[in-house]
Structure formats: C-alpha cells, structure tokens
C-alpha cells in the first residue's frame, strides 16, 4: 500500500510536509509543493475527502445506535430497514460512512466515547425504550451537547433532538376509520409499554373512542412485543373474546399478520368474522389475505431527515445548538381488512 | 466531554502521559500511574476497548461495502437485511462495530484507502457485479493482501476470499422438483446477468433439464433485475406463453410475487394455470397465495460466517494470509405454489 512515507522518500521531504501539501495547510514552496504532488500522483496516493477528513480529527463517520435483540434479525424487520435505508441515502449522498454499533439497552451505553474516540461525528439513537438505562445514556449524551438524535422516541428532555411520526393522530385515524364503518367494540393489540410510540398509539385509541362516546373497556386491551409471534399468540385471547369484538386495532404489521394466522388457524373468517386495521404498511401488508388496512408511517423520510438535519450541523450549514424536533404525519390506507 | 487534556490539567503530567498510562503503554512510576488513574477515575474518564484499539491505529470497524442503487430502499430487500443482520451479529459479538460504505458500481472503489485511513480493519463487499469497474476495484484490493471477503459474487482470482450459496445446487433442485411433479415445458425467470449467482441458476436450470433429457427452449427463458416491478412486468410474456409452459423458475421470492401478481391480474388461477418455484424464502414467500415453494438460502449464516472469519483473522486467531472459500447448501421448501 502506497503511503506517506514512500511519498516523503521520493520526494526527498518529511513526512510532515507531505501532509501539509496534501491537505493545503500552512504555507509551501512553490516547488517543494509541486514536487510532492508529483510523486503522490506517480505512486497513486490519492488524498479524498475521507483521508482529508481524518487529517482534520474528523471521522466521516455518522453513528447509528441500535437495541442488540437476542435471536431478531433486527435489519430484517420493516421498521428498522426502512429507517436504515433513509438514514443510509442521506449519509451516502453527503459522503459519509454509516457506523452501526450496537448496545445493550439494560446497561448505560457510553455515547460520549464514540465522539471522543473520533469514530463518529454524530449519532443516530434507534429503538430507544423509556427504560432508565436508556434514559441515563441519553442524557448524558444531551448535557455534553453533542450532535445527535434520537428517532421515534419521547423524551422530557428539552436537549434531546427528537424525529418522530405522529402515532397519536395515527391511531386516531385508525379507529375513527373502524367507527366510521359501524364498530363500536373496538379492541386493541398493543406493542412493548416500555416504547414512547406504543403510548401515543393508546392515546389516539382512547382518545377516537371517547370523541365517539365509546367508553374504555379494558377487558378488551390485548398486549404483545410488536413480532409476528406475539400476534399469533394473541389470537388465542381474541378468539376467546370474538362475541364481543367488531374490530381490532393492531399496533403493527407484523402482529397483525400473526394474529391473522392465528384466527384463520381456528377457523375464522376475515373480515366477515372480525375487522382488523393494522398499522406500518410494510410490504407484507398488501400480501396477506385479506391485505391490511393498515397505518402508513414515512420510516423513511424519518431516518433520511434525521440524518440530513444532523449533517447540515457537521458541516456548519446549521447550527449545531440547534435541537431537532420534527414530528411527520401518517397515512391511513384503506385495503380489504376493515371490510368494505 | 471529560478529555485527556482535563485529566492532564488535573493530574499534573503531560496529555502524552495520560495515554500512556490508560493504555498500558511503557515504564511509569507507580505513584504517577496511580494519581493519572485516580483523577480518570474521577472524571469518569474511561479507557475502554475502543479507545485502546483506536490508541494502536485500529478502527475497530468491520466495513460492509454495498453499491449505491438509486430509487431502492436496499436495507428492506430480504436479500441485504439477512446478510446485514448475521455480518452485525458477528460483529456485535465481538465487539466490533459495523461501519456502510456505497459504492458506485459505474466506478472504480478506492477500498484500499478504507484501510490507510484506518476506517476499517477488513471489509465485507455486498452485491458485487461481473462489471469490470468492480472487478478491478476488488483486484486492487485482493493485491494488498488486505483482509476482506466477497460475499455472493465468483472472481476468477485465487487471493479473492468468497462466501457463496451454492446457487447451481439449489436452481437444479427447484428444476427436478418440477420435472418430478410430471412438468417438462419449464420457463426460467432469471436476475440480472452481471450477477454470478444468475449465471449459476442458469448453470443448475440446464443441468436439471439435461437429466432428464428435456431440451432447452430459449424462447422460455425470461429476465428480470431481481425487483418486484420487473417480475410483474414478465407477466405479460409468460401470459403470452401460457400453452407452451407446465412451470416458470423464478430466481427470487421478490420478482416471483411480481409475477404471480400480474398473472392473477389477467384472471390466471394459480397453481392450476402455472406451477412456480421461487427462491430465497423470505418472510413473504409464506403471505402470498399461494404460499410460495421455494429454495431457502442461508443469508443469514453467510454474512455470520464472513464476518467471523475475518474477526478471527483480526484479532489473530487465523492467519491473515488465509483465504477463505465457503459455499453453503441452500434447501427447497415445498408449498402450494408448486402443485399438489
């Protein structure tokens, strides 16, 4: 590998030197200058923007902290992919490279050693719970005001910069959806309590019930950890109940698809025996039978302008006092589930 | 942020000092190393892996090289979301981090300087084409004697470490599967061509039919780019070739429910009308209706096992002039879309 001691030999200056010309700082002889870029040019040593960077104790890097979960193929669930691959357009566009890290949500993650170590420049927190560990690691982050952001997740933290959708007036719509259509025997699974959108998801729930003097039954509140699986389990409690259910509101795609499985297994007809309104419209949603009416939320453009946001800041087109806070809207989609 | 220089101040020795001690570096009086370690100690300042591997001109990176797609959400394609999520496995595992690069497949990629700037320690390169600009960037790489790995892609070069599915197995499977169910007429739609992994289908598709004394018919061979739209929009030739065809191969789950969503669109019942075997088993090969048969490759255990391979090599466990050649066996899952 071509590096910048054989420049330095070639050229018959130091080391010192070859980095000062490649990297234009301090003043140069006019000769020396063009002597060195000679033999860099010659030996194909080339100086990018990332070498040009690193010079500058900079890393070119933008951190993406993410939840190790045991046993999930974490970038295979739609909701982290698609914040990836928003995250993932933003960096590429702009020259960055993508560090993905991950941490232990039961232990205090040390965020500031990734700014101090020079492997970030600034960080994107993913699936954040409300879990004090969590919380603690974030604030930390917050007091030294470095850049960062977190995605999807409330804080009571005024210098924590925050890029969420709005699941309130998501789930609002969901169930005013299924109200609209006659339901008044709504129920509800629900994903982790731990996460600050599975709240705001029961509070556009109560709060469409209460605007349709529904009141609040809690007999029908079913709760799962937003897999596949937890759906299916879920069916069990659903299926149990059916006498007393026109509809379910399910908090993602994922559960959704499972507790389908799960009703069809014992029988059930869908829509015709219980209406079903979703919520993500992954791919999968359009594949199931019947496909979902289901809840879509721009994961997307979340991740790609949480990441623009914070590389305008590293590259001072913003200030980097200035806290993110952008909450973007949902979209209900109307497909076969919630019946016609 | 708590620095060196802060634990300098207070310790009343050099910056040079401070490393010295927290890294375990040369002689030191005993009473100096105590008080620098009390006032790190003190200020929370704490020596961890990173720092120390970033102290030795480490990155502590595994580098993950994916070309730049424009349009396409590549995280949410089943194909990179399961390679991703074993190769972060790995690295979460040994306590690595994983830092994304893109790539423009047009042009030449400077791996090399990946590593001079010390961004990486090894890299993994994803979605590697037959196009010479990627060759040649992977020759480069492969001359260095850097440690990294193709994932996927053949190189005809011997110092090119590859972890690969064997593709022909799998292809030739899925074709006898169909010749078993009594069909002879198959089509094949296959991927992109600049993929090796395309030409190996082929490679298996031809040597099924050879066995079983069936001629190829190239007037039944289709093409796709691996993407849901292109498989719908091969639906209006296999339509067209209905009375010629008992089966279509399809390359991948994605363009295969593509195809099986035009198909219905025209009024085919499926797989009464044409049977099909897909390939990959994502999650949605088991939504669609039918529920696709299908061959299932290990991304998954691929990615794991590339990643590993090269941590081993880093942190001195295998030699690093060893180059690394696995291919593992993919499995057909046997459902509907196939015939009973």
């Given amino acids: 590998m071509t590096n910048r001691k054989e420049v330095a030999k070639l050229a018959g200056v130091s080391e010192a030197t070859v980095s000062r010309v490649l990297n234009g700082v301090g003043p140069m002889k ?36 993410l939840p190790h979960v045991p046993k999930v193929h974490l970038f295979s669930t739609y909701y982290f992919s698609e914040l990836l691959s928003g995250i993932g357009e933003a960096v590429r566009s702009k020259g960055f490279g993508l560090l993905l890290l991950f941490r232990d949500p039961a232990s205090v993650y040390d965020y500031v050693s990734l700014y101090r170590t020079q492997r970030v420049d600034a960080c994107i927190v993913l699936g954040a719970s409300a879990f004090h560990t969590e919380q603690e690691g974030i604030s930390r982050l917050a007091e030294e005001r470095l850049p960062f952001c977190v995605i999807d997740q409330q804080f009571n933290n005024p210098l924590v910069s925050i890029v969420a959708a709005d699941h309130e007036q998501g789930s609002y719509e969901a169930v005013k959806h299924l109200i609209d259509k006659g339901c008044r025997r709504i129920g509800f699974l629900n994903g982790s309590p731990q996460y600050s959108n ?7 729930y109560r709060k469409a019930l209460q605007d349709a003097s529904i009141d609040y039954d809690k007999t029908i509140i079913y709760e799962g ?17 059916l006498d007393k259910l026109d509809a379910v509101f399910v908090s993602n795609d994922r559960m959704a698809i499972g507790l389908i499985q799960g009703l069809r297994a014992k029988g059930c007809q869908l829509p015709r025996d219980l209406r079903i309104v ?20 721009p994961f997307y453009e979340m991740g790609q302008l949480a990441a623009e946001k914070l590389l305008n800041q590293l590259v001072g087109k913003d200030d980097t006092s200035f806290i993110i806070q952008e909450k973007l809207q949902t979209e209900l989609k109307v497909r076969q589930s919630s019946g016609s």
Avoid at 55 to 63: E, P, Q, Y
Avoid at 226 to 240: E, F, H, I, P
Avoid at 282 to 289: C, F, H, P, R
């Fill in 225 to 241: 950890n937003y897999s596949r699986t937890s759906g299916n389990q879920a069916a069990d409690r659903v299926y149990a109940d």
């Fill in 198 to 204: 599975s709240s705001d998801r029961m509070l556009g």
């Fill in 30 to 65: 006019e000769s020396t200058r063009n002597r060195v870029l000679e033999v860099a040019a010659q030996l194909n040593y080339k100086l990018n923007a990332i070498a040009s960077n690193f010079a500058r104790g900079k890393s070119g890097n933008l951190g993406v902290v």
């Fill in 278 to 297: 979703a919520y993500d419209d992954s791919d999968a949603a359009s594949l199931t039978e019947p496909p979902l009416t289901t809840v879509k939320v």
